[in-house]
C-alpha cells in the first residue's frame, strides 16, 4: 500500500536523508540518467561497430571506458552525441531519444553535448581566436569569452593568432578542449583527452575534467590509456568487440 | 505567438547563414584559392577553347555563351570541392553540428560563399570572352540577371552534391560525374538566356530565366530540406 508519493525538485547528486523523529533510516541520492543505452547496435558499412551495447551514466558521473583499439569506443561516443543513430536498440541521452529519424531531436541534443573525437573539428586555415569565436557566436556564447577558455586551458598568447593548421597536436587538442569548455556542455564525451600531450597539459586536462563534473556536467572518456584516467573516473566500462564487457564502480 | 517563434527561427537561420558563408569567404580570402588558382583556371579554359575552335573569331562569338557556362561548369565543380574540403579536413563541419546550427543555415551559408566565388570569376571570364572572343554584350541587365539566377543554381547544386559525396572515398572524381549532369538544365537556360543578351541568336532571353529561377529554388529548397541528413550520414 502506497501512503505517500514524494517526487522532489533537487539537483541531480543531493543527497536527502528520511528522518523518523531524529534518528536517520535512509538516505536518498537524487540520480538522474543523463545516457541510458539498451541493446545498442550501430553499424558502419554492415560491420557491428556496437553490437548490444547496455550503458547507464547519471549526472555528474565521470565514466571511463577503457577497451582495445576497435572496441567501439569512439562509436559509442558520437552515438552519445547524435551524430551517428543507432540501428536498434534503445537510447536515451539527456532525454532524447537518439534512435529516432526526428533530426531536429537530435540537433537539439547535439547543442548540449561536448565531443573530442581523434579529429579536433576546427578550421585549419582559421586562427586559434577565430575558431574559438565562431564556436561561440554559432552557440550563442558571447565572444569575449573566448579568452578566458584559452587561458583556462593554458595557451600561450603568442599562439592565439596562429592558423589552428600550424599547430602541434597537443596544441591542437588543447584549443580544441578550450571550444568545448566555452559551451560549457551538460555532456562531455572525450575521445583519448590525454593524447600527444605532455605532462603539464594532461593536468590541465584533468583539473577541466573535474571542474566540469563538479559544476554538475558528466564526462565520459574513452580511452586506452587506462591507468592516468582510471584516478579521476567514479566507474570505470570496459568495451570488448562492441559490448560493455565490464562495468564497475 | 507560433508566428513570432518561426519568425525568430527564420531570423537565426539566416544570421547562422551568414556566419558560415563569412566563414567559407574569410578561409577562401585567406588561401587566395579563387584569385590565384580558380581565376587562372578559368582563364585558361577559355583560352583553350579559342585554340580548340582555330581561334576564329566569328565562330567563338556565336559559340561565346555555351563555353562561358561550359567554364562556369568547371569552375563550380573546383568551387565546390574546395567547399566541401574545408568542412571534411578534420572533421571541422562538426564544429558547427554541435554548436546547434540548423543544417538548413549551414546549406545556405556555404551556397552562398560558393556562389560569392562564382561570380567574382564569371565577372572576370565576361572580361575575358569580350577581349579573347570578341563577344558584345547588348544587354547589361540581362547579363547581370542571368549570371545572378544561374549562379544561385550551380552554387546550391554543387553544395547539396558536395555534402552528398563528402562521405564518399572518391568523391573527387563523384562530384563532376553527379553534378555536371544534374546542372545540365543551368547550362542550356543560361546559354539560351545569354544568346539573348549577347545578341548571338534571337530568343526570348528572359524567358529562359524562369527557367533557371526554378531550378535555382528547387535546388534550395531541396537542399535546406535535407542537409542535414546528408551532414548525419556523411
Known amino acids: ?249 | 505567438m507560433k508566428r513570432d517563434r518561426g519568425r525568430a527561427l527564420g531570423r537565426d537561420m539566416w544570421r547562422d547563414a551568414g556566419l558560415v558563408a563569412g566563414k567559407d569567404l574569410r578561409i577562401e580570402w585567406r588561401s587566395r584559392a579563387t584569385l590565384g588558382q580558380i581565376v587562372p583556371f578559368a582563364g585558361l579554359v577559355l583560352v583553350l577553347f579559342g585554340f580548340a575552335l582555330d581561334a576564329n573569331r566569328p565562330t567563338l562569338r556565336l559559340a561565346t555563351s555555351g563555353l562561358f557556362w561550359v567554364t562556369a561548369l568547371f569552375v563550380t565543380v573546383v568551387a565546390v570541392q574546395r567547399s566541401s574540403a574545408t568542412e571534411t579536413s578534420d572533421s571541422a563541419r562538426r564544429m558547427l553540428l554541435l554548436a546547434g546550427i540548423d543544417p538548413g543555415a549551414i546549406f545556405v551559408g556555404k551556397a552562398a560563399a560558393v556562389a560569392v566565388q562564382l561570380l567574382v570569376v564569371e565577372l572576370v571570364m565576361l572580361v575575358g570572352v569580350v577581349v579573347l572572343y570578341g563577344a558584345d554584350i547588348e544587354s547589361i541587365p540581362l547579363v547581370a540577371a542571368t549570371c545572378l539566377v544561374a549562379t544561385a543554381g550551380l552554387a546550391a547544386t554543387g553544395s547539396l552534391l558536395g555534402a552528398l559525396v563528402a562521405g564518399v572515398r572518391a568523391r573527387e572524381t563523384i562530384l563532376p560525374i553527379l553534378l555536371l549532369p544534374v546542372a545540365a538544365p543551368v547550362l542550356i537556360g543560361a546559354t539560351r538566356s545569354f544568346d539573348d543578351a549577347l545578341g548571338s541568336v534571337a530568343v526570348n532571353g528572359w524567358a529562359w530565366l524562369g527557367l533557371l529561377g526554378g531550378f535555382a529554388v528547387l535546388n534550395a529548397v531541396v537542399g535546406v530540406g535535407t542537409y542535414a541528413t546528408l551532414l548525419e550520414e556523411a
Request: some cysteine; charged content about 25%; overall charge positive.
Open chain 1, 1 to 249: 500500500m502506497t501512503l505517500l508519493k514524494v517526487r522532489p525538485r533537487v539537483e541531480p547528486g543531493v543527497e536527502l536523508e528520511l528522518r523518523v523523529g531524529r534518528s536517520p533510516v535512509s538516505t536518498y541520492r537524487h540520480r538522474v540518467a543523463v545516457i541510458r543505452l539498451r541493446g545498442v547496435i550501430v553499424l558502419l558499412e554492415r560491420f557491428p561497430a556496437l553490437a548490444g551495447v547496455d550503458l547507464h551514466v547519471d549526472a555528474g558521473e565521470i565514466i571511463l571506458v577503457r577497451g582495445p583499439n576497435g572496441a567501439g569506443k569512439s562509436t559509442l561516443l558520437g552515438c552519445c552525441a547524435g551524430l551517428r543513430r543507432p540501428h536498434s536498440g534503445t537510447a536515451t541521452v539527456l532525454g532524447c531519444d537518439i534512435t529516432s529519424d526526428r533530426t531536429p531531436g537530435r540537433a537539439e541534443l547535439r547543442r548540449r553535448v561536448g565531443l573530442l573525437g581523434h579529429d579536433t573539428a576546427l578550421y585549419d586555415d582559421l586562427t586559434v581566436t577565430e575558431n574559438l569565436e565562431l564556436g561561440a557566436r554559432a552557440a550563442r556564447v558571447p565572444r569575449r569569452e573566448a579568452p578566458g577558455a584559452l587561458d583556462r586551458l593554458a595557451l600561450p598568447s603568442r599562439l592565439r593568432t596562429v592558423p589552428v593548421g600550424r599547430l602541434s597536436a597537443g596544441q591542437r587538442r588543447r584549443t580544441a578542449l578550450a571550444a568545448i569548455a566555452l559551451r560549457r556542455p551538460e555532456l562531455w564525451l572525450l575521445d583519448e583527452p590525454h593524447g600527444g600531450l605532455d605532462r603539464p597539459s594532461r593536468r590541465i586536462v584533468d583539473e577541466l575534467i573535474v571542474e566540469a563534473a563538479t559544476s554538475g556536467a558528466t564526462v565520459v572518456v574513452a580511452s586506452h590509456e587506462s591507468g592516468h584516467v582510471a584516478g579521476l573516473a567514479t566507474r570505470t566500462v570496459t568495451m570488448t568487440a562492441g559490448m560493455v564487457t565490464d562495468d564497475a564502480a
